[in-house]
């Protein structure tokens, strides 16, 4: 009971690097000697120091010339498996190793191939006792964006969308018209901060010029992706601005304006959400919500590339429009989000 109130702390710890540390994934790390957290830490930033170090830091920095002795005795707990490899830091494992602790207690095992087993082999070769899975459904489903990238080779995908009651999604002319509450509005926003990127089709950013910002929350802008075949979006529409950095998939030219990057594709009308998502993982995006139109989200739907839907129902209903995408996945969540019901599914 004990290991899963400590691993519960590690991902409470490392919920804090939450849109900070992608690609990487969000761990946290809990060192306990004798029944009492002698120090703490969690991965804060691309590039910089790992959990484990954090943590050992900590230890080090509160407990001064105990330190050494403290951490001989100690277990550490991590949601994640202690890397092995030297990336932009050294082997955490390493580091375990060099102050002797005496058990190690892990979520999940790291399917990344520098890693993959290569830290608990390790530790366990330094004769430090390891535990492994300890809540480790809990712990898979908070770094689900990092293991889908590793595993799938693709972007973790979330659809998101309002609808009415009867299941329209906009308007049959080319207008804009809100279907959600300013409650699920600012929900919306709190989502992007959290992810990557966010993508929109050409019709959306024309008709809509969206910002595609986290404006109404704290947390930093997601990088905005747009599918525009021909270049047409005028320059004056938002996804132009400096707000955030802005990827423009075409067909007409590569280049960088700025924060603009255009990014050119062959034959968008073939296997575009397969190219787009691959396109994303080469740069190193783990997340993307797409937010619309109705026909980018069926590319998606059809080619059977999203981990997670999440789709408000508003209380009006309209005589006529564009229908809402259909969805088949499992319910995992229903809430009441102001006026609005928020559905999540994830894929079957």
């Known amino acids: 009971m004990n290991d899963e109130v400590y691993m519960q702390r590690c991902l409470e710890l490392a919920r804090m690097g939450m849109g900070n540390v992608s690609p990487n994934p969000m761990v946290g790390c809990v060192i306990v000697c004798e ?11 691309i590039g910089q120091a790992h959990a484990e170090v954090n943590a050992i830091n900590d230890v080090l920095n509160k407990h001064g010339d105990q330190a050494a002795s403290l951490l001989k005795k100690a277990t550490a707990y991590v949601n994640l498996e202690p890397c ?14 060099k102050h002797q602790l005496k058990k190690v207690v892990i979520g999940n095992t790291d399917p990344f ?14 004769g430090i006792t390891v535990v492994t899975g300890v809540l480790e459904k809990k712990c898979w489903v908070f770094n689900r964006r990092f293991f889908t990238r590793i595993q799938k080779q693709r972007p973790f995908i979330i659809l998101k969308w309002a609808q009415t009651a009867n299941g329209y999604f906009a308007p049959i002319e080319a207008t804009q018209q809100w279907i959600s509450g300013p409650m699920a509005k600012q929900l919306a926003h709190q989502w992007r901060s ?12 024309l008709i809509d010029n969206p910002q595609l910002t986290a404006r109404n929350t704290i947390g930093k802008n997601p990088t905005r992706i747009v599918i525009d075949r021909t270049l047409t979006i005028p320059e004056s529409h938002h996804i132009y601005n400096d707000a ?12 960088v ?3 603009v990057h255009f990014v050119q594709m062959e034959d968008m009308q073939f296997y575009l959400a397969q ?3 691959f396109q994303l993982y080469l740069m190193d995006i783990q997340s993307v919500m797409i937010e619309g139109g109705v026909q980018t ?25 564009i229908k809402a995408p259909l969805i088949k996945g499992n319910v995992i969540e229903k809430l009441q989000i102001g006026t609005d019901t928020l559905t999540i599914y994830s894929a079957i």
């Open 194 to 205: 959290e992810e990557d990127a966010i993508l929109v089709g050409k019709n959306t950013a």
């Open 275 to 277: 190219k787009i998502a």
């Open 84 to 97: 092995a490899h030297f990336g932009k830091t050294p082997p955490c494992a390493d580091l375990l190793v």
């Open 257 to 259: 304006v700025e924060n």
């Open 297 to 321: 989200l069926n590319h998606f739907i059809a080619a059977g590339l999203w981990d997670e839907a999440r789709i408000f129902t508003s209380p009006t209903t309209w005589e006529t429009g």
């Open 113 to 126: 191939a520098g890693v993959n087993g290569k830290g608990i082999e390790k530790l366990k070769a330094a």
């Open 35 to 45: 029944g009492e957290i002698i120090g703490e830490g969690f991965h804060q930033k």
């Open 244 to 255: 955030a950095k802005t990827i423009i998939f075409n067909e007409l030219k590569t280049d």
